[in-house]
């Protein structure tokens, strides 16, 4: 069965930090563009990182020079690490993956099951 298996979520305090992990199986994703994006309540969904099967990384400007993305091919495993967390950055957090596109918000090969990031003041 080919997933994405997220971890890492939780509660943190403003200032915070977190690391979000995202693990394929059933496929290698060295192949892939990987990434996340973030929906909140009544909001509507943000593209927040991503990196390219070339390497290139996307990060929105809310989270520019806060979050850092990367991967581990030799584990199949993408991460996010998130420092100095801001209540606005609570959301439930998917990672996604895709050939060819980026914009996990619109659509993606494979999504994770989610993660709630909670941060508060």
């Known amino acids: 069965e080919m997933q994405l298996v997220e971890s890492g979520g939780g509660s943190v305090q403003a200032g915070g930090s977190l690391r979000l992990s995202c693990t394929a199986s059933?496929?290698?994703?060295?192949?892939?563009?990987m990434g996340w994006y973030r929906q909140a309540p009544g909001n509507e969904c943000e593209l927040v990182s991503t990196?390219?099967?070339?390497?290139?990384?996307y990060y929105a400007d809310s989270v520019k020079g806060r979050f850092t993305i990367s991967q581990d091919n030799a584990k199949n495993t993408a991460y996010l690490q998130m420092n100095s967390l801001k209540p606005d950055d609570t959301a439930v957090y998917y990672c996604?993956?895709?050939?060819?596109?980026?914009?996990?918000?619109?659509?993606?090969?494979?999504w994770g099951q989610g993660t709630q990031v909670t941060v508060s003041s």
């Open positions: 996604a993956a895709a050939k060819g596109s980026t914009d996990f918000c619109a659509w993606a090969h494979y």
């Open positions: 990196i390219s099967s070339d390497g290139s990384t």
């Open positions: 059933g496929f290698t994703f060295d192949d892939f563009n």
